[in-house]
Structures are given as C-alpha cells and as structure tokens.
C-alpha cells in the first residue's frame, strides 16, 4: 500500500491568513491530484500536476509537486471561508496500473 | 453536459444483507472508479471499470463486486454486509483510465449497516 500522509490534519485560521497543507508519501507517483471536499458532497478536483519540481497556481492556491515527485504542497494566500472544506491529495502509482491512493486528509476552517 | 449521479443518497440496512449501488457516469466518460470514504478518512479505492471490464482493484474481499454496462454506467454491489461497511460510497467517472486524466466524482451514497 503506498501511502499518502497529509498535514496537518486539522487546521483553524483567520479569514485573510496564509497556510500550507502538505502531502508526503515514501512512494513515488507518476502525477498527484489535489481535491476539495464539502460535507455531503464528493470531492471535487483542484489540480493535477505531473512533473517534479511542477508548480501551478489557481487564483490565491499554489500547487507544487516535489522534484523527487514523492510529496506534494499546497499554499493557500488569504485564505477566504469559502475555502473551509477537506482537502485531499491522491497520487497514482508508478506501478499500480490505474490505482488512485488518497491522503488522509486536511480538514480547513477559516473563521471570518 | 452531465455531472456523476449517485443513487440512492442515502441507506440504511440490516448486517448481514446485501446492497446495490448505483451510479451514472458523466457523459463521455468510459472509466468508472468506486471509493469508500469512512468518516474523517480519505477515500479507499475499492475498483476500477473500464470498458465493463474490472481494471484494478483495491484491498477490499471478495463480497464487494462490480458492473459497467454498455452505457458506462456501473453499479457497486456488496454482499454479506457488515457494521465496518458503513461509509461514503463514492463513484468517480474519467475520460481514460490514468492519471493524467481528472475524476468528477458523484455525490456519493451514504450506507448505515446496523
């Protein structure tokens, strides 16, 4: 089982802060996806990113992938309580065929 | 175009019986994945179809089986339920198997076994 830790686990900030949320794994993964999701709902995907050293940015999150494409960040810059959700990273194996393994999840709460 | 619907939203059963879920791919999208999500946990990769063949398979026994129909649309079948099967039951469709390619996931079913 390759396994994907994520922290920190649980997170409270203020509405206008910055944080980071980070995905690691022992493994190495041919691409890394990163997910948010709402209570009752699915999750939904933010980004996928494929090459180390990758980096790519959606409106205020920052996305990258490690060099060594075995961990994963992502930045949040004034974090807004529309961004409160479960982040999630999932990474597919090298050697896995189609096999998407999940993280453990980073529960976010911006306090307006 | 259509999302990836999930039916029904919500299941209570009995230990012991057997359950069918199912899901509606989003359209055009040939690659079904089930997850099953316990609470406050990432999801867990259950199995993949591709084409209405299984195409990977995650750490889960045998009781829990799969369909994909012509229309690729699936249904995740468990057998035998037990309380540790209480959780989100998740369906993602995508384009291709793969990872380059994104999963729209379902709302998901949430089962209680009692």
């Known amino acids: 089982t390759q396994l994907l830790e994520q922290s920190p686990q649980f997170l409270s900030i203020q509405e206008g802060e910055n944080l980071t949320v980070y995905c690691n794994s022992s493994?190495?993964?041919?691409?890394l996806q990163w997910y948010r999701q709402e209570p009752g709902e699915g999750p939904v995907l933010l980004v996928t990113v494929v090459t180390g050293g990758e980096v790519k940015k959606l409106k205020r999150l920052t996305f990258q992938f490690g060099d060594a494409r075995k961990d994963s960040s992502l930045h949040i810059t004034a974090a807004q309580p529309g961004d409160t959700g479960l982040y999630l990273c999932?990474?597919?194996?090298?050697?896995?065929?189609?096999?998407?393994?999940f993280g453990t999840g980073t529960s976010l709460t911006v306090i307006p | 175009e259509t999302g990836v619907t999930q039916s029904p939203t919500h299941l209570i059963k009995t230990r012991g019986q057997q359950v069918t879920l199912r899901c509606s791919s989003q359209s055009g999208h040939n690659t079904v994945s089930w997850y099953q999500q316990a609470l406050g946990q990432g999801p867990q990769f259950i199995f993949q179809y591709y084409r209405e063949e299984e195409n990977g398979r995650g750490n889960f026994p045998p009781r829990f089986s799969g369909l994909q129909f012509p229309n690729y649309s699936s249904e995740l079948n468990v057998n035998a339920l037990e309380l540790d099967d209480s959780a989100l039951y998740l369906c993602?469709?995508?384009?291709?198997?793969?990872?380059?390619?994104?999963?729209?996931f379902g709302s998901g079913t949430r089962l209680t076994v009692v």
């Open positions: 999932a990474g597919l194996g090298t050697n896995t065929g189609n096999q998407f393994y």
């Open positions: 493994s190495v993964f041919s691409s």
């Open positions: 993602a469709s995508s384009l291709r198997q793969g990872g380059n390619y994104g999963y729209t």
